[in-house]
């Protein structure tokens, strides 16, 4: 009896507006939730028009939507998921992650453009991350440097997302995977660059086991 | 107040005999236990002459030692930590993982040379590992597709581990950690090529933290 | 006395829309058929207009089009191409592989979106193909573990296309590409990224030498 | 109901030898023959041993070695199997094909050196080819122009090999990969570079196919 | 006294259309004569408008033009350059080579779409190649095998020209470059992807000396 | 009048002892003083015999000698050069600088093992380096983060070394080197993978130029 | 107390024009100026609507533009920066660090297109620098070879930025940046591809070190 | 009737003591002369056995040897080779080209270690190469500067050379082979790394040809 708790994810690029559309809405119907990512503004419009018949929330700078059934709840789950980002670039990224997590109950808290270029603006959501969280998300670009420095820092699982910032030699996220790769400490796990999806639904995963032995003890 | 839990690993490539023996008689003193990994047989030998002073054990596949004084002990946490390999050729790699892991305290449970060349032996393995393990370590080199095949059969978090069993085009583990990055399913994360060592650490923080909360719950 | 039994196939892709039709017509005039690969809609759309004179099929989402002079058919050779892809997004390179391999005679038998991420769809077409096929072309993007996977479990040739769906490292059909090329299993070989022309030629080649000594016997 | 038939090979590179003696030893005794291949001349010795029990035959250019218990026969199945190489260089791996094909039940023709360098010497074996085998294995390092030539010029499913024969920028086969991925000529697909055994075995599948249906016309 | 006898060429792209006819007026009127490359549709026509002022003459399908001066003669030095590509789409890349040889003073012969997928269409020009030139220019993308095959046949300097044409791995012309340099025919050297323009004028200064030699003799 | 004030390097790599020796003692002779860089310890060896003749110094861990004159003295300089390594792989390569450096004139502080796996070491030297220093070296492999860290929290040029530390995808230095190149920090340039000798130099030359300004003002 | 003296500089790429306006007035508010580089003439056509409130300077070229408060003063340090380019298509990264360093408070001398196929060019401004400079800027793309020249010629630090200018085989700036790496001039440095910022402020920290001790001698 | 003048060259690389004397006596027999490239000394040793019955003359430091029937006479054509190295360690491939180039009959010219981090040793070749070569071959290293530098000179055909010498990001001969492909100067073309070998026989070709013009003139 093998199963995935994990909800169906749809990536919209490369689709029509129809067929996306179709999909949103069949899914939605069929699993009372559908999430949708790597979606278009015009995408996000469209998908909109779906109110009528289904609860549907969209994040227009992280490409993504959630379209559910009307009487499809998310149901809390009690996993705390931690999500940081190097720079502002990296926030789309970081958001996809966020939405994922948060489909799957996490509860989540992020703190944006805390990378090493300023080191002391990491000191206060480490505090809180270390005291609070299942898992942590960290998204950079560039040197891809930061992922090493949390895992370093906090006695928890770090999920490293290298993202598409940077440029000429390293570009494209080459050289923040090559750098979480090549980490002096224990502690990170990466996944494809850009991938918040990925990411997101990974460190859930860690944070709803701990949540669900946190309430059912020894049964978990 | 941060600190890890993740014990001492030292790597002893490139260092002398002598210097080898003398970190890990240092460090063992000092803090109670050093796992030493990437040990040739030499080190290896030269280690277990510590035995007058030390608890010693090597696993010579894996080029790994672990040093204890004679009074520490590994506590046992209850983690629970499921390995994999896709073939013979990469066990020395999930021996690593399964070294550290154990000393994180976490139990084992492993299945070798359960790859997509003869899939029919991986059913039993998947069944045990649904309803046991915490975390799964799947170590697979060329074309790497085992880590992507359990991910998509089991509802936990994979760490995949590329090994550079391979040859040609895509040589040196290449091959396999592309495909692992690439990979459609989703509760995958990877570590570098034949890094058993930072999957088993890895592993073994996820397993630990469900563990404490099956024990302490909600306290957790 | 050299002489390749494969039609010509033209790759529309770079040339006007004047040269296409002229190339098309004179071909199909001379030789009674030709194939047209990597057509845009426009390209499509100029060469319905040769309906008039010629015989034209198109195929929108693969970019193909066959015009033939009204007198020229297509001779059955009785040859069996099955044709797998992994994904949704992989079925346009499939599509390549079909026409060719039909227009070269071959009875063609498809199942599409059966990859590793869900693989009970899988053993239905497996199944068919093991007592059908002559040569089996499997189509596959991102870690690209399908053909490895069906290559293990039918004892028939098959031709391995990698397609450029992907993203992040190895993109581009890079990760597909080297994981067919890595793979474990005997029985698979592979043509360039998205080159279902090609697959679809080479699989026609093997089925029909085939389907000769079924009908010709010892004289094949 | 799904079995292959390609008979078990053993990769002996990295093994002991006592473990490679055992290997041989056990699975020719269970499944009356064993191929080993990229065995060093100390293996090859190793398991001439083995003739006091078995049936022992050593290719040392090739460093394969086949290991039969005394009363197994291979069938032949009537299959027709060519190969080529671009230079001498390049026997090796063609032996690698020739054995395993051979193993397959296959005849084989051979023709070694005919590379473009020297096209004069191509004619006659590509007269040969044209009227009388199933499939062609075509080994070239270098530049790897051999192959689309020969797929140019005969009417015969090809496999090219590229070899790691080569120096500077493209060498250790990656140009000669490369070379044969971009061929301009149809009927043409690759296995990854020096994987003579690969290419054997897919030959082998085409051959045997057309053999049986030769054999056994409209049953096969 | 070192002087270069290669007239000025400039590269047009990134240049708006004033400042590539400033440059073109002020040069051709400078040093009697400019040679443009790299030019799209729009700086063709543009230069044309210097058609009251200078003698101009385009090839629109190379993106070049030479803009002279009414008094300048380009002198004939009777040497002999010999063009040759691989496919059609190698053709624009055999024009630069054509004009720019053509300018310093060359006499040219070109056979178009002559490569190994149509071997017997290269008979005829090597023939005369052989026996009339002092330089061979070969273009080709793809697999880039014409090359190789040229200077194993005729005993004059073969410029290779690697050409972007080709697709997936090894797209961009990367094979063709790679291919070109690890010829195993001696006679080849190479120039950059696309580079028309050196080679030609690389082939012009060996058949420039060569024909300064017949004029001159000794004294040469 | 162009002269360079970098004394003599002679990377002895490749030559033999009878060589190596010759060079040295000739180039001392002529120059009054030769460094020696990439030596064996036989070559070392070797060069220690020259004690008779000259004044000899080497150091075995950076593989480096200087060779100088009886007459010969190095001139101090004033220039103030810091080294730090991330970790104590990194010391060699930090060697070289610093005995470049050190022969150059300047006066040297060093910090070794202070990378961001245990940042809390890096905070006393930084100290030291911002009040002190005319340029900072900073020496790390893996994923190179030090220089990034460095360069952000001090105002002084930071010459970042990769070094060839490190395994798997990234190896060889390159996650290094594309790290510090990606860095989000102002005031990093780098040399090339393991290059000590080249960083020394570049900041001795930084150093020595404020060195001189201090002693000279105005008129320097 | 660490602080550093480099201004703010904002990256204006993927800003729209109304974050861009809003971050530029922001901070040139708090912090009396701001340098915006990758600036688009949209962008930098909104910024000048800015000089109702600012003082505001752009060059169109470089994509670049700084806004002042009408109070704000750059202080000149007497720091000597100068810049060479290779080719003309270089010039704006060139420009980028000219308006950084220049921002920092340098003296600015540069030469344009004196790259190794016009050396002549060169000796005059190479005069120049070798008495005036602290630090040389050298930007080139293609071969990249001018860094590796003026680093051999000149007694000063040379920051070598290679440009994305080039095509084919090592197109993207790859063949400049790796030609400078492996430059066998000591004295030269490098920063990424195109970061003429990064250039302008690594000269500038150089020579206003060098300048501050011309000013205050010992006590500098 | 295509022949080429190049004589045998046979590579002895992996080819065993007694297989390189029985092809060098085998073919000096037949064709009177052969030449071995890529020799090791052992190699070069058993050659030179072979004194008593041929002519034999070995060129260590090139791995060469020429192997000549007691009768055979290389015939001097009055080509005229020039060949330069950018440092010491590119003599080897260099003299490659010169024994190549002198066993084609062409007088040959050379000057070593003349690159360009010491220009002033460059003039005088370059003065003599301009007045008398009918072909310069630049052997070059690490950045691959000086055919560029070379070929901008000089109004002759440059084959460049890139060798392996070099380290860290370029290494092997990557950023010599891609400078000398990027360069800006027309009149350049390459051989692959190390190809000393191609690239003698290349010059010789155009030597041969410009010297048979001067003696024959017209006839030519």
Redesign the interface.
């Known amino acids: 009896?093998?199963?995935?708790?994990?909800p169906e994810?749809v990536f919209v690029e490369?689709k029509t507006l129809a067929q996306t559309l179709k999909v949103a809405s069949e899914m939605a119907e069929a699993g009372g939730r559908v999430i949708l990512a790597r979606a278009s503004k015009a995408h996000l419009s469209e998908l909109l028009k779906l109110k009528s018949k289904f609860k549907v929330k969209v994040w227009e700078q992280a490409g993504m939507a959630v379209v559910k059934r009307q009487d499809f709840k998310t149901v809390k789950t009690g996993g705390r998921v931690a999500i940081l980002t190097?720079?502002t670039?990296d926030i789309p990224v970081a958001l996809e992650a966020e939405v994922v997590a948060g489909e799957l109950g996490c509860d989540i808290y992020h703190a944006y453009d805390v990378?090493?270029?300023?080191?002391h603006r990491l000191l206060e959501p480490?505090k809180r991350i270390?005291s609070w969280a299942?898992?942590v998300v960290v998204v950079a670009g560039?040197?891809?440097?930061l992922p090493?420095?949390v895992a370093?820092?906090?006695?928890?699982?770090v999920?490293g997302v290298?993202t598409?910032v940077?440029?000429?030699?390293?570009?494209g996220?080459?050289?923040?995977?090559?750098?979480?790769?090549?980490?002096?400490?224990?502690?990170?796990?990466?996944?494809?660059?850009?991938?918040g999806?990925?990411?997101g639904?990974?460190a859930a995963?860690?944070a709803n086991?701990?949540?669900?032995?946190?309430?059912?003890?020894?049964e978990?």
């Open positions: 009896e093998l199963r995935r708790s994990i994810i490369g190097a720079g670039a990378g090493v270029a300023g080191m480490l270390s299942d898992a560039m040197e891809g440097a090493s420095v370093s820092l906090v006695d928890l699982p999920v290298p598409s940077g440029y000429g030699y390293g570009s996220g080459k050289a923040a995977l090559m750098a979480m790769l090549q980490s002096c400490s224990l502690g990170l796990a990466v996944v494809n660059i850009d991938n999806v990925g990411a639904a990974y995963l860690i086991r701990a949540a669900r032995a946190r309430s059912h003890g020894k978990a």
